[in-house]
């Protein structure tokens, strides 16, 4: 069992980071040459010149797609028609330097070179190798700074506390940086100060010492990105009331605290707290998210029943609700959902039975019951429907026997296993062409199989 739990763990996480990379936080950093090319500054040459010396190229490393920016830097050339970086047309200052993905491995150190670049306002070292250094004191000088991004470069230690005095930041990305830490008193002073922050990304930086309590300041917030962040504690529900939010991401943490009722922000596309210790129960006010895509209550100690508020929220195309204690009927509304690809309600106290016919889930792929409390007859709607691939139902109460199936579909895997199902399987039941794996052991079938 405790092996299962950790493996739906493991799933959990790989599900967030793909939906991470589907849902965009991100507002990518444009390098593309302006015309005519105004000439760089000689300072600004210099000083990006020292930073290629600090660093070194290694091609072994990265991502296939990942390739060394800086090899086009020429001494010899106008630094403003050097790749990943943009000059502003009047003045010729370096206004952005875009170095991700680039197979830099190197120190940064304090007061890097970098910092020598006053009129920045957009700079990306994401994914390369600064072999475990710390972030670099002296970033405050780069005053004009909106948008900071560290993600996945192997940066540890702590993250220095004059960065919150980049007040112009509305963009910062540092997740991805496993050893990289945040202290509650920095963390205090970034949250007081950078009050037109937009975009916050700090997954898998370990925020342990951190109140949540301080993310209530951050008002301008629209995606909040903190899986795998050890932050523990109560999480304020005015949070998820803050009016611009769009994205969060509280997965892997041990957080406790309660669903908003009422005033959710109604911007809202993603939404997952998967493995916390959130309780309480849904209330009928997440009927209101109506642009939501993304539901995440997986592993919670959220109970009762689930409110039939799904009638709105057809733009939904995940949802996963498994391992909490949710108890009673299911609600109609859910079966009306028509974008949902992945529906999980294992392991909650769910009864009654299925309905008997469904008008939506017509992109439905996953669904997942196993482990409730479900009586009835197995309904034969999730055998015609054009996109369902697994279909697990098993451990319930469901009784038998099959009905015919008119129109079988492309399902690959069904669990039945572990119910009360009787009579026999009928003829067209196999005749489900795609299907790699049937259980149905435990249940009281007879007859023969064709
Ligand atoms: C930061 O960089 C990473 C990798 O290049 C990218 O995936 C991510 O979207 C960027 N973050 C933001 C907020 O733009
Ligand atoms: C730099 O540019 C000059 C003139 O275009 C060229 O002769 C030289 O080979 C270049 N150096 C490198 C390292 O590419
Ligand atoms: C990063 O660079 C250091 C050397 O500076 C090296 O020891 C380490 O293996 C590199 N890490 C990765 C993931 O390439
Ligand atoms: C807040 O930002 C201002 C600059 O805008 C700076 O002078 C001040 O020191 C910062 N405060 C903190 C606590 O970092
Ligand atoms: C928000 O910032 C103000 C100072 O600007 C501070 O007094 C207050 O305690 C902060 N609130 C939270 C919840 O951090
Ligand atoms: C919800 O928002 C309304 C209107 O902005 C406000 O009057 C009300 O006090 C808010 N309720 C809660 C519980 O925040
Ligand atoms: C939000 O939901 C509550 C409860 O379901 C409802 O009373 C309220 O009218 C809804 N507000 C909006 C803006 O839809
Ligand atoms: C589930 O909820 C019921 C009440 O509905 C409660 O008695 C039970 O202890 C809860 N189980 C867990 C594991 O929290
Ligand atoms: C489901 O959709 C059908 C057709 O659009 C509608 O008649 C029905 O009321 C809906 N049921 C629920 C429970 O929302
Ligand atoms: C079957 O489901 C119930 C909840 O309905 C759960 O308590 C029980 O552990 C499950 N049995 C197995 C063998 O997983
Ligand atoms: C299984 O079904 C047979 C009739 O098909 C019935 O006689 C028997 O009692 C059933 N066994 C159980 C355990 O329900």
């Known amino acids: 069992m405790g092996k299962f739990i950790w493996l739906c763990q493991i799933r959990s996480v790989l599900f967030v980071l793909f939906f991470l990379s589907v ?3 991100s507002l990518s950093l444009s390098s593309s040459s302006i015309n005519p090319t105004p000439s760089c500054l000689p300072e600004d040459t ?5 930073f290629k010396n600090t660093m070194s190229i290694d091609d072994s490393a990265f991502f296939s797609y990942c390739y060394p920016k800086t090899n086009s830097w020429n001494e010899s050339t106008n630094c403003c028609s050097w790749e990943g970086v943009t000059c502003e047309k009047a003045t010729g200052q370096v206004i ?3 170095l991700s ?8 150190s304090p007061n890097t070179n970098l910092v020598r670049l006053r009129g920045l306002k957009r700079l990306d070292l994401s994914l390369n190798n600064f072999s475990a250094s710390s972030i670099p004191s002296g970033l405050n000088q780069l005053v004009s700074l909106t948008h900071l991004n560290l993600s996945g470069s192997y940066l540890s230690g702590s993250v220095p506390s004059d960065i919150s005095s980049l007040s112009k930041l509305i963009s910062l990305d540092l997740s991805r940086n496993e050893r990289l830490e945040f202290d509650r008193h920095s963390f205090d002073m970034l949250t007081r100060n950078l009050s037109k922050l937009e975009n916050l990304l700090l997954r898998s930086v370990d925020m342990s010492d951190v109140a949540p309590t301080s993310f209530m300041n951050l008002t301008s917030l629209k995606c909040l990105s903190l899986g795998l962040c050890g932050l523990q504690g109560d999480f304020p529900s005015e949070i998820f009331q803050l009016g611009y939010l769009e994205y969060v991401d509280l997965s892997v943490n041990s957080l406790t605290g309660y669903l908003p009722k009422s005033n959710w922000s109604s911007p809202l596309k993603f939404f997952d707290l998967s493995s916390n210790y959130f309780r309480g129960s849904i209330p009928s006010s997440l009927g209101n998210l109506t642009k939501i895509t993304h539901l995440g209550f997986y592993s919670n100690k ?7 508020v799904f009638g709105n929220l057809n733009k939904l195309t995940t949802l996963d609700f498994s391992f909490c204690n949710f108890s009673g009927q299911l609600p109609p509304s859910m079966f009306n959902l028509t974008q949902l690809t992945s529906l999980h ?3 909650n106290r769910l009864q009654g039975p299925l309905p008997i016919h469904v008008t939506g889930f017509q992109n439905l792929k996953d669904f997942s019951l196993t482990d409730n409390l479900l009586t009835g007859g197995v309904p034969s709607w999730p055998f015609t429907l054009p996109s369902l691939e697994y279909l697990q139902l098993s451990n319930n109460s469901l009784t038998g ?5 008119q129109k079988p579909n492309s399902i690959q895997v069904v669990d039945l296993a572990d119910n009360d199902i009787h009579g026999e399987i009928p003829s067209s039941f196999f005749g489900l062409s795609k299907l790699t794996r049937l259980d149905l052991s435990s249940n009281n079938l007879s007859g023969v199989i064709r």
Do not use: H, M, T, Y
């Open 23 to 25: 849902v965009d936080c």
């Open 46 to 50: 210099s000083a990006l010149l020292q």
């Open 96 to 98: 952005s330097l875009d």
């Open 101 to 108: 993905c680039s197979k830099l491995v190197g120190s940064l």
């Open 302 to 308: 959220l109970e009762g029943e689930i409110p039939d």
């Open 345 to 347: 309600l294992s392991s």
């Open 401 to 405: 026997p099959f009905n015919q199936i």
